[in-house]
């Protein structure tokens, strides 16, 4: 395990692969963009220090020894909700759509650009309102079902409704929209920071965690309704 700090306010990054090349040089890289970065080289270890506590996001690679991505990834959202972006083979899309299903926030394709990876940690990594600064402190509310932005929090009836990162972001940007169609181009921009590609079904997968947990949790007269052709819009029976 290696650890590199570049000052007191940097976000902290866990980043759990096996390459130790790569890990190498995405740590400077992440370094040259203020993060400081903690590297572990396998499944179990990397398991543990997700669930420490001292990370703001996890990069999960698919491919790892004594633990694979998918099982770390399912331990650690037994525990936590720390934002978690896969690193996945380019040719498997299978790898994506499960992890997406099984809670990881997003997903980046080997091989990859590093700056396209510090575009996605940013995104999920986001504090601040989906447009603009105005209304943070201010709730969100359909029948029993409040969002509150100031304290990343969803609850249905004063009862929790624990959400990812990037789910909380997609349910935030339906929220504001007021009963409004949303269409799945713009649903990408705000949410998950990024534009959509073609066939990417990362959105598609959000969308249904979410209406799984709502109804999970009772939330059964609130639905986020598809639009075709178009993107989708919440909704309350």
Known sequence: MSSQFEGELALHLLLIDDDGDLCEMLTAYLGAEGFITTTVGDGREGVAAALSGRHDAVILDIMLPTLSGIDALREIRRRSDVPIIMLTARGDPLDRVVGLEMGADDYVPKPYDPRELV?????????????????????????????????RKVSWNDRSIELTASEFNVLE????????????????????????????????????NIRQKLVTNGACDIEIATVRGIGYRIKAE
Do not use: W
Not at 180 to 193: F, H, N, Q, R, Y
């Open 119 to 151: 575009a996605r940690v940013r995104a999920v990594l986001r504090r601040r309102p989906l447009n603009g600064s105005a209304g943070r402190h201010e709730c969100f509310s359909i029948l029993g079902l409040v969002l509150s932005p100031s304290t």
């Open 173 to 208: 940007a339906l929220m504001q929209a007021g009963g409004a169609v949303k269409s799945k181009d713009d649903l990408s921009l705000e949410a998950l920071g990024r534009r959509r590609e073609p066939y990417d079904r990362s959105l598609d997968v959000h969308i249904s």
